[in-house]
């Protein structure tokens, strides 16, 4: 762990803060010690001579403070989180080649997590709760003229609206608890699928795709929360589907790979992160499917950048749930309604918690 760091330096009583360069300070009693963002104090000896009631008024502001923090910076990947939603590519056929055409898409994205932020020498701690909302208006459309032997697809997707929430909390030997919270409302940042390639060999299928998230969404660094996060990432899939026609059982695996750009604001940078869907479905009827769908997360690059003052660390995470997949026969496969939630198995260094999805489209 290196042994200096950014940190917010107040001198004086209502005075600003100032960015300096100090020590990292060792936790010891009567002190927390925040990864991702640190305030440092000079003006606290005078400040144990204030009336308790003050005191406890600075300890609230600590604790929204620390809610800014984790919403910017964390332990693994900036926020303790990405732009990967866990098991959000899963879904049903994932590899099997669409039918040509135009299609509309609409997807809510639902995640509720929570994550121990601070220690104060064993006799406190800091609790994080974070929701986020995203609904996603997406549009694909598949070329019926082969590409390189296999089906191109292309499209895109806005979140319209997103909300994002969180509170942090303070458990203080002398003081109690003390908490903070804040939200943000507004337009997401984008998905573009330049390409997405589909061959079919049998009952096997592959699948070749690229995502680009373009960050069009709100950020104010200044801000305690934002639904944007003020960096571009590439996300590289290769999709595996095998499909059984005779049981109607299908087994998919979806690697990839996203890189992430710098975050100008904050000069932090996440580390490559490779993540894996993997599905085991089954149609029970000619309308009905359901499955048993999880995800496999692994941050395989440390974070960077002088934003990532605590130094490179780095994230795992595992999650299982089920699916169920209605696509009304009488439509002809047009229309499809897929829900979804996953629960968080495993975690380090990552928000645990629940993921859960509604997805709902048309093909014209």
């Not at 490559?272 to 009905?288: I, K, P, R, S």
């Amino acid at each position: 762990m290196p042994t200096t760091m950014k940190a917010a330096v107040v001198h004086e009583f209502r005075a600003p803060p100032s960015i300096e360069e100090v020590p990292v300070p060792e936790v010891g009693f009567g002190q927390i010690l925040v990864k991702g963002g640190v305030v440092v104090c000079t003006a606290c000896g005078q400040a144990r001579a204030k009336a308790s009631r003050k005191t406890s008024k600075r300890l609230i502001w600590a604790a929204g403070l620390a809610a800014c923090v984790v919403a910017h910076s964390a332990e693994a990947s900036e926020g303790a989180a990405s732009y990967y939603f866990a098991g959000g590519f899963g879904s049903f056929m994932v590899a099997v080649p669409p039918a040509p055409g135009f299609s509309i898409a609409s997807q809510t994205l639902m995640y509720g997590g929570q994550a121990s932020r601070a220690v104060l020498n064993g006799r406190a701690t800091s609790g994080l709760n974070a929701f986020a909302l995203y609904e996603f208006l997406g549009a694909s459309y598949v070329f019926d003229q082969p590409v390189l032997g296999g089906r191109l697809q292309v499209g895109a997707a806005v979140p319209i609206p997103s909300y994002a929430t969180t509170m942090v909390s303070l458990q203080t030997r002398n003081f109690g608890a003390f908490s903070g919270s804040a939200s943000d409302f507004g337009i997401g940042d984008s998905l573009l699928n330049p390409f997405a390639l589909y061959w079919s060999f049998g009952e096997f299928n592959v699948k070749l795709t690229e995502y680009v998230v373009v960050p069009t969404g709100h950020y104010d660094i200044n801000g305690t929360i934002n639904v944007g996060r003020n960096y571009w990432a590439f996300d590289t899939q290769l999709g595996l589907t095998w499909f059984h026609k005779a049981t109607r059982t299908e087994v998919s695996l979806l690697p990839g790979l996203m890189l992430n750009t710098t975050n100008p604001a904050t000069d932090y940078k996440t580390g490559a992160e490779f993540h894996l869907d993997f599905m085991v479905n089954q149609f029970v009827t000619d309308d009905v499917a359901i499955g048993l769908q999880g995800y496999w997360y692994k941050q395989i690059e440390g974070d960077s950048g002088s934003g990532a003052i605590l130094g490179p660390f780095m994230g795992e995470s595992f999650g299982l749930g089920p699916a169920v997949l209605w696509a009304p026969e009488q439509l002809k496969g047009r229309y499809a309604l897929i829900l979804k939630w996953t629960h968080d198995v495993s975690n380090t260094n990552r928000l645990n918690g629940d993921w859960g999805q509604v997805t709902m489209s048309w093909r014209f």
